[in-house]
């Protein structure tokens, strides 16, 4: 949950160059691995979930992805962050980004439907 706080924060307070300290560098979009997450990878991702739903105020999907990406780089587990757009015939909400978290080639937090398209990637 104070993960969650945090991101949020970061989030209001600091433009998104700053934002790497916390989030590692920005890669470009590497070729898709497949697998499984490890064991703690997905704990992880359900204890994210469950905070979540403990505060008090709503967490979208940044605060979200930020608080589980910078758990498991502190980890030295594999995942990546991924802040997408929503394709352009679809456009013209609140919700025209996305942020979601994938570890192995598998999304761990985010998961949708909708036809996002990645804009910048953090290892």
């Given amino acids: 949950m104070a993960r969650l706080a945090v991101a949020s924060l970061l989030i209001r307070l600091l433009p998104l160059r700053w934002w790497r ?3 590692g560098g920005a ?3 590497p070729a898709e691995r497949a697998g499984t ?3 703690t990878a997905l704990i992880l991702a359900q204890s994210v979930k469950r905070g979540a739903a403990r505060l008090p105020l709503e967490t979208k999907c940044l605060p ?3 608080a589980l990406h910078t758990m498991l780089r502190r980890r030295s587990l594999p995942s990546r962050l991924v802040i997408a757009v929503l394709d352009p015939r679809r456009r013209g909400t609140v ?3 996305h942020a979601w978290v994938e570890s192995a080639g598998e999304i761990l937090i985010g998961e949708t439907e909708a036809p ?3 804009v910048m990637t953090y290892v």
Wanted: charged share 20%.
């Fill in 27 to 29: 890669a470009p979009q």
């Fill in 64 to 66: 979200r992805a930020i």
């Fill in 95 to 97: 919700d025209d980004l």
């Fill in 116 to 118: 996002f398209h990645p």
């Fill in 21 to 23: 300290r916390w989030l």
């Fill in 37 to 39: 997450a490890s064991a």
